[in-house]
């Protein structure tokens, strides 16, 4: 069964909801769960003990911590052992809803980067009106980028496109303030033309709309602006739910239609819902390592889990491997 | 009354939609209307042709054309011409359709620059969850940006939410990701340290989530940036009425939950819908020019009138000037 390394520690809502979360997907098979962090805190919030192993971390890093200060003074931390256990071989993944910034540098320190990637990307997935996947990257872990940086996301996002969504040969694109070829900022016209020369089905700048009207698989961008792309969303999804909640409880005609119209809404609701996804992937660090929203509840952190197995148990990470090689040969 | 000069070639729907929202906004008195463009194209498709005037344009730019090529070869082009008018204080303010790169060349050629703006920027408007209303700038005016423009635009931005929100100190944030300082990138860092020490009510940091939620009345960006936050916004949007559009038809139950919902959708619809705000301003040159959606139908056009009508009615320009004389006391 594959071994998922949970940080007990992290996130706001940690131990609590994280201890829950792991508990859920242990009791459902998901995967063997070793829960990491202090244990004198994480036993006792255990309704069933002999579910999960625990493995013990004096520390864990704080939430607003500099994840530079944590990766040299807190090695005992939570995240740090749990990607100590990962580089041990004594788990197959991670999953930490705590400071993502800590958890990145532990992930290139201790797990190493693959060959060919100079800084690893996070990568999220939009469901499209196509009925399809977009994949963003990088949602944040890289954020001032160099051109050949988005030149890699570019193939780290080919190989996941490829090997979990199963698309053959994904429609790569830029994120840009336009499709015309004049548009675009200095890095993103430079990426562009290192782009273009790749063995990769490259369609060119994509724009905002294209994110979700699934005009292409793969959306690449800096960690700058990925990250407002996707809190963009988020924020206007929650508007979106908000103003209908006030509109609907304004009137009994209101909430009838509401009723009428409930699975709708609660399919929606799953679909925007990052806690459905559980987390995202850091692509390029050698290892599998998911990111989970600060916020995350225990539905999340099951969910987490649940892709960490996906990924582990997929071709994703030879699948990525091979392509990072090709980029030698360029 | 308030004379409105419009580029009746710009858009893909024009001249039909220009020709058709000039007419609506010149029947319900709204402005006197100035339809520039090719006379023998605009003067049959007027219905009541003594309610708008018209002025001769030979040419006009197309919407892929190069900005700077316009400039050079087209004045006498729609929206040279448009420009000239206000210029020759022949009318009080542009509304285009059309290129909006030619516009934007066309503006600072005609119309020079306010004082201390070294680059204009396009301000859209947002509903927020706290019922108030969200300004963004720069929504694709200037792509490549340095810091002091960014700082030009919390000036602008400020003077705009001042003399057309009525907001008495608005809250300024420059759009990052993250709220914490150690966030941002190299721009962002840059334009912190200066707009932190002017004399404005400058919050810091603030997220994607930010716009939508009420948290900051100004929300100061690059262009490239502000365009992707723009086009995010509006694919989101189309996705989730393309979804609840689909669910809704497939059965009746759906049907008849609509039917109670919807003065409710209407309302989101109007809420979201750029044609509704019919435009957004150029800010930083020395006139009122109205930048439309290229999809403009006459709906856009008409409610782009009236926004240059209550620019032109407002302090707005007097307030742009006097706050970015301040930027030279620093």
Known sequence: MVRVAVDGMGGDTAPHAVVKGAEIAAAEGIAEVILVGDEKLLTPLLKNPRSVKTVHAPTYVKMDESPSLALRRKKDSSIGVAMELVK???????????????TMAFAIFTLGRIKNVDRPAIATLH????????????????VDCKPFHL???????????????NINSPRIGILSNGEEITKGNELTREAHSLIEKMNLN???????TDLYNGRVDVVVTDGF?????LKISEGIVEALFSFFKENINRSLIGKLGYLLLKNTFEELG??????????APLLGVDGICIICHGKSNAWAIRNAIALARRFAESSLHEVLKRSLEELSEI
């Open 88 to 102: 041990e071989k004594k788990a197959d993944a991670v999953v930490s809803a705590g400071n993502s910034g800590a």
């Open 127 to 142: 469901p499209n009106i196509k009925k399809g996947t977009t994949v963003l990257l990088d949602a944040g872990g890289t």
């Open 151 to 165: 030149a890699q996301f570019a193939l780290m996002g080919n190989a996941f496109a490829k090997s979990i969504l």
């Open 202 to 208: 490259y369609i060119g700048y994509v724009e905002g």
């Open 225 to 229: 602006v990925g990250n407002i792309a």
């Open 270 to 279: 799953r679909k925007v819902d990052y806690s459905e996804y559980g987390g």
